[in-house]
Nanobody, 124 residues
């Protein structure tokens, strides 16, 4: 079973930046699209961004469009999320996830492998 491990969370002031990383323990044919989700305290899990295996297709939630950038290095089995102009409403636990889907998907039920999450806190 492939494992995903996120890192890079922390505390920053509003307007600041953070970069998250997600390392997959192995490359398998069961991982194609990879994405980021987040869950704020007391709220439902929310889709953030997704990228296809080749990187040719990406999709972002409207709330992060233009501020967040998803990327991946398949040679190293790493998924990234660069977050700029962070705001207090971005505070959440961020999870990376992997799906078998070749076409990027925002549906949580399409993802079969999840990381443990990393906390991102933005102070106002």
């Amino acid at each position: 079973q492939v494992q995903l491990n996120e890192s890079g969370g922390g505390l920053v002031e509003a307007g600041g930046s953070l970069g998250l990383s997600c390392v997959a323990s192995a490359r398998t044919s069961s991982i194609n699209s990879m994405g980021w989700f987040r869950q704020a305290s007391g709220k439902d899990l929310e889709f953030v961004a997704v990228m296809s295996y080749t990187g040719a297709s990406t999709f972002y939630a409207e709330s992060v469009q233009g501020r967040f950038t998803i990327s991946r290095d398949n040679a190293k089995n790493i998924l990234y999320l660069q977050m700029n102009d962070l705001q207090p409403e971005d505070t959440a636990v961020y999870y990376c996830a992997a799906a078998k889907n070749l076409i990027p998907t925002a549906r949580r039920q399409d993802y079969h492998v999840w990381g443990q999450g990393t906390q991102v806190t933005i102070s106002s």
